[in-house]
């Protein structure tokens, strides 16, 4: 019978390393992403990383179950390729916060990288009852944060009590400057803690903004039979990712970290042209195919982008993006990357699971585009493609009003919209509605 992946079955183990990072948002991309670079990296045998999950325990449990190991198969047209990986020594339920504030009181922790998606950094009540609890208003002796953010907060005030020295907080979420935004989103709440906790943050914590990219769908159960016939073990922890890999990050590291250079990530003094550059292009494309492609009967990336109705609107959009994008950042090789990619029939990217939050990534990846085109005096008709799509599947098969579209659209900017938007995202919608038709 085959074993299950352990560090008691699996002979290729690390050393015990002495340097610590902590991961909130324990998922597959991290997993193929951030801790595929610092295995990579040339001093990856000295770091470890200790990985938190997010609302719900099943991912730490089943990871830890396995010692966290787990199967990282790179899959590409030409098959596929698996490594164990053991970068990731404890997986934790983030319910367990008073672990979360060892480990980032750890003086051996010097990195703390989150994946908690774009939703995670936006107010809520959710956050306001953190900050009353983190001031004392509610608070019991059981009682922690349930949001990430406020489990951050307090975990960095228990560094600060440590005496631990500084650390750096590196955002690997999908949003323009993520390490401003994660600054500017912790500060009530550090504030809520105390003023001596907040100084002490902007004094010893480096808020590193980064743009990541590596496409990584749900793994299934054939994935499982994959990774057992490529490795000899069962996993069911199994991740599947591209070939294609790349993470840019400011330098803002007053505590160390791993050589991610050498691994290929790019460490820049301007991180903002390459967000910008990913966020459009890749993930506004995928927003976009999410939108529109189920109403023509696509369920993946692959055969929305191979429909030529979807994979115009698709170059429609970059080529408004590239309007607005330094040209020195290899545009045209980006986009013949990007086609590539897209058309991976290998790699089944799930339109649904692109669709999840899609108002919050509609906000930071389309709407400054349409933006960026009107204020250059063009319309902006191909980004508003994708939000169009969207309402229209919102709207349930009617046209809406130009009142429910506008309501709809200040909902998602954030902003006052004119009347020119609203007409242009109307008439897209009756007009995919007329001529559109799913082909299968």
Same mark, same amino acid.
């Given at each position: 019978?085959?074993?299950?992946?352990?560090?008691?079955?699996?002979?290729?183990?690390?050393?015990? @390393?002495?340097?610590?990072?902590?991961?909130?948002? $324990?998922?597959? +991309?991290?997993? !193929?992403?951030?801790?595929?670079?610092?295995?990579?990296?040339?001093?990856?045998?000295?770091? %470890?990383?200790?990985?938190?999950?997010?609302?719900?325990?099943?991912?730490?449990?089943?990871?830890? %179950?396995?010692?966290?190991?787990?199967?990282?198969?790179?899959? #590409?047209?030409?098959?596929?390729?698996?490594?164990?990986?053991?970068?990731?020594?404890?997986?934790?339920?983030?319910?367990?916060?008073?672990?979360?504030?060892?480990?980032?009181?750890?003086?051996?922790?010097?990195?703390?990288?989150?994946?908690?998606?774009?939703?995670?950094?936006?107010?809520?009540?959710?956050?306001?009852?953190?900050?009353?609890?983190?001031?004392?208003?509610? *608070?019991?002796?059981?009682?922690?944060?349930?949001?990430?953010?406020? *489990?951050? =907060?307090?975990?960095?005030? !228990?560094?600060?009590?440590?005496?631990? #020295? @500084?650390?750096?907080?590196?955002?690997?979420?999908?949003?323009?400057?993520?390490?401003?935004?994660? &600054?500017?989103?912790?500060?009530?709440?550090?504030?809520?803690?105390?003023?001596?906790?907040?100084?002490?943050?902007?004094?010893?914590?480096?808020?590193?903004?980064?743009?990541?990219?590596?496409?990584?769908?749900?793994?299934?159960? =054939?994935?499982?039979?994959?990774?057992?016939?490529?490795?000899?073990?069962?996993?069911?922890?199994?991740?599947?990712?591209?070939?294609?890999?790349?993470?840019?990050?400011?330098?803002?590291?007053?505590?160390?970290?791993?050589?991610?250079?050498?691994?290929?990530?790019?460490?820049?003094?301007?991180?903002?042209?390459?967000?910008?550059?990913?966020?459009?292009?890749?993930?506004?494309?995928?927003?976009?195919?999410?939108?529109? #492609?189920?109403?023509?009967?696509?369920?993946?990336?692959?055969?929305?982008?191979?429909?030529?109705?979807?994979?115009?609107?698709?170059?429609? +959009?970059?080529?408004?993006?590239?309007?607005?994008?330094?040209?020195?950042?290899?545009?045209?090789?980006? &986009?013949?990357?990007?086609? !590539?990619?897209?058309?991976?029939?290998?790699?089944?990217?799930?339109?649904?699971?692109?669709?999840?939050?899609?108002?919050?990534?509609?906000?930071? *990846?389309?709407? @400054?585009?349409?933006?960026?085109?009107?204020?250059?005096?063009?319309?902006?008709?191909? %980004?508003?493609?994708?939000?169009?799509?969207?309402?229209?599947?919102?709207?349930?098969?009617?046209? @809406?009003?130009?009142?429910?579209?506008?309501?709809? $659209?200040?909902?998602?900017?954030?902003?006052?919209?004119?009347?020119?938007?609203?007409?242009?995202?109307?008439? $897209?919608?009756?007009?995919?509605?007329?001529?559109?038709?799913?082909?299968?």
């Amino acid at each position: 019978m085959t074993d299950a992946l352990s560090r008691a079955t699996y002979p290729g183990v690390r050393r015990t @390393p002495d340097r610590l990072i902590v991961h909130i948002g $324990l998922g597959a +991309f991290h997993r !193929s992403h951030q801790a595929w670079f610092t295995a990579r990296a040339h001093d990856g045998d000295r770091w %470890a990383i200790t990985a938190y999950s997010g609302r719900r325990p099943d991912a730490a449990d089943a990871l830890q %179950a396995q010692d966290g190991l787990y199967t990282l198969i790179e899959r #590409g047209e030409g098959g596929d390729r698996a490594t164990v990986m053991d970068i990731i020594t404890e997986a934790v339920d983030g319910g367990d916060v008073d672990h979360l504030m060892r480990s980032v009181a750890d003086p051996h922790t010097s990195v703390v990288t989150l994946t908690i998606t774009e939703a995670g950094y936006e107010w809520s009540d959710e956050l306001e009852a953190d900050r009353l609890l983190l001031a004392g208003v509610d *608070r019991s002796a059981d009682d922690h944060p349930a949001t990430a953010l406020g *489990r951050l =907060a307090l975990a960095l005030d !228990s560094r600060r009590l440590a005496g631990a #020295g @500084p650390v750096a907080l590196v955002s690997c979420d999908n949003l323009p400057d993520n390490g401003a935004v994660l &600054r500017a989103a912790l500060r009530p709440l550090l504030d809520a803690i105390g003023p001596d906790t907040a100084a002490w943050v902007e004094e010893s914590v480096g808020f590193v903004s980064s743009s990541v990219d590596r496409i990584t769908p749900r793994s299934t159960t =054939a994935d499982e039979e994959t990774a057992e016939a490529l490795t000899g073990f069962r996993d069911p922890c199994v991740v599947v990712t591209e070939p294609f890999a790349d993470w840019t990050m400011s330098d803002d590291f007053p505590a160390g970290r791993p050589a991610w250079e050498t691994a290929g990530a790019r460490i820049v003094d301007d991180v903002e042209p390459f967000e910008r550059r990913k966020l459009w292009l890749l993930n506004g494309a995928h927003t976009l195919l999410a939108a529109a #492609g189920p109403g023509r009967g696509h369920a993946f990336v692959d055969e929305a982008f191979a429909d030529p109705v979807l994979r115009s609107s698709v170059e429609g +959009f970059w080529d408004e993006c590239v309007r607005h994008l330094p040209d020195d950042l290899d545009l045209d090789r980006y &986009r013949a990357d990007l086609a !590539s990619r897209f058309g991976n029939s290998a790699i089944r990217h799930s339109l649904e699971q692109i669709a999840t939050g899609a108002e919050a990534k509609l906000r930071v *990846r389309i709407l @400054p585009v349409i933006a960026a085109e009107r204020a250059a005096g063009r319309s902006g008709t191909a %980004a508003a493609v994708a939000l169009a799509a969207h309402l229209a599947r919102l709207s349930d098969g009617r046209t @809406p009003e130009h009142a429910a579209v506008r309501s709809a $659209l200040e909902r998602i900017a954030d902003a006052s919209v004119d009347d020119a938007v609203v007409d242009l995202v109307t008439d $897209l919608i009756t007009t995919s509605r007329a001529t559109s038709a799913p082909t299968h």
